[in-house]
């Protein structure tokens, strides 16, 4: 049974930083690509960051660019996205889920698993 479980999320005020982590299970996680979307209230779910499994290459939305550092570390099962310089506009519940295909991938429907979510929230 695959699961992916996200942690790290909480309350922080602008400007400042957390770190998610999604752990993965049942699944030969090294042969996944890895993504996280958000979904704000009354939005549609947006892709934020992906990483290849491949060369570990990375993309991320305009919106985080140069703020969010997505990474994964094989050995751990564990991809981990460093949000720094955090807006409100951040707020949201960030989902990991794991593709398996090789190359980046953008769209929900091409992940195949999912975690449950973490609330981040930030505070003005």
């Known amino acids: 049974q695959v699961q992916l479980v996200e942690s790290g999320g909480g309350l922080v005020q602008a400007g400042g930083s957390l770190r998610l982590s999604c752990a993965a299970s049942g699944l030969t996680f090294r042969r996944y690509a890895m993504g996280w979307f958000r979904r704000a209230p009354g939005k549609e779910r947006e892709f934020v960051a992906a990483?290849?499994?491949?060369?570990?290459?990375?993309r991320y939305v305009d919106s985080v660019k140069g703020r969010f550092t997505l990474s994964r570390d094989n050995a751990k099962n564990t991809v981990y996205l460093q949000m720094n310089s955090l807006k409100r506009e951040d707020t949201a519940v960030y989902y990991c889920?794991?593709?398996?295909?090789?190359?980046?991938?953008?769209?929900?429907?091409?992940?195949?698993?999912w975690g449950q979510g973490t609330q981040v929230t930030v505070s003005s």
């Open positions: 990483i290849s499994w491949s060369d570990s290459s990375t």
């Open positions: 889920a794991a593709s398996k295909f090789t190359n980046i991938v953008v769209l929900t429907t091409s992940y195949d698993y």
